[in-house]
Every structure is written in structure tokens, then in C-alpha cells.
Nanobody, 127 residues
């Protein structure tokens, strides 16, 4: 079992930056691929980005590539989502997710691949 807790959300203005953190506990973090997803009101959960167990491979959604960066510190059991140049359409609840796997490909852009989820952190971007 893995427990995930997101933090770092808040209210910012368009063009600002935020860094979200996802702290894991319970199991060996380095065995897990990590994903970030978001869900805006009235919309389906959307893929943001995902990172392989060792951080060596990362996927991003097209709309976030170049603005968002995922990194991880396995010693601290934490994964980060650095978000720059935020837009009002980035407003959503952001979730981190984990799955135990050493294999990592583009299918890990889908939510069903993940076994563990955090409670989410709200990001609101005002125009």
C-alpha cells in the first residue's frame, strides 16, 4: 500500500508559477512510476505528465509540454510538478498517482494504469 499526499496548490495569477509536491509513504518509492492528472469542474480527469521509476523517462500532455516539468527525489519519496506560465485553463484539482512498475511506456498516460491516488490539491489561476 502506498499513501500519497499532494501539496502546493493555491490561487495565482496568469503567468505565475507553482510547484506541487506529492509525498509518498508506505512502500519503496523507487519501484513506482508516478503520474500527475488534473480535473476541472464538469470535465473528465486529464493526463498532465508521468515519470518512470528512476526519472529517466517522462511523458507530458501536449498542452503542458514546455510549461510543466516533473521531477522526483526518491530519497525523499517525493515527486514534483513545476508549473510555469500558468493559464486560467490550468485551473483544476491536481492529483498524483503511483503504480509499481519498472516498465514504462506511453500507456502510462492513462489513469487506469495507476493503483494509488492522492486526494488532490486545488490550483486556481485567475486572469
Amino acid at each position: 500500500q502506498v499513501q500519497l499526499v499532494e501539496s502546493g496548490g493555491g490561487l495565482v495569477q496568469a503567468g505565475d508559477s507553482l510547484r506541487l509536491s506529492c509525498a509518498a509513504s508506505g512502500r519503496t518509492f523507487s519501484n513506482y512510476a508516478m503520474g500527475w492528472f488534473r480535473q476541472a469542474p464538469g470535465k473528465e480527469r486529464e493526463f498532465v505528465g508521468a515519470n518512470s521509476w528512476n526519472g529517466g523517462n517522462t511523458y507530458y500532455a501536449d498542452s503542458m509540454r514546455g510549461r510543466f516539468t516533473i521531477s522526483r527525489d526518491n530519497a525523499k519519496m517525493t515527486v514534483y510538478l513545476q508549473m510555469n506560465s500558468l493559464k486560467p485553463e490550468d485551473t483544476a484539482v491536481y492529483y498524483c498517482a503511483a503504480v509499481r512498475t519498472y516498465y514504462f511506456d506511453s500507456y502510462y498516460r492513462t489513469a487506469v494504469k495507476y493503483d494509488y491516488w492522492g486526494q488532490g490539491t486545488q490550483v486556481t489561476v485567475s486572469s
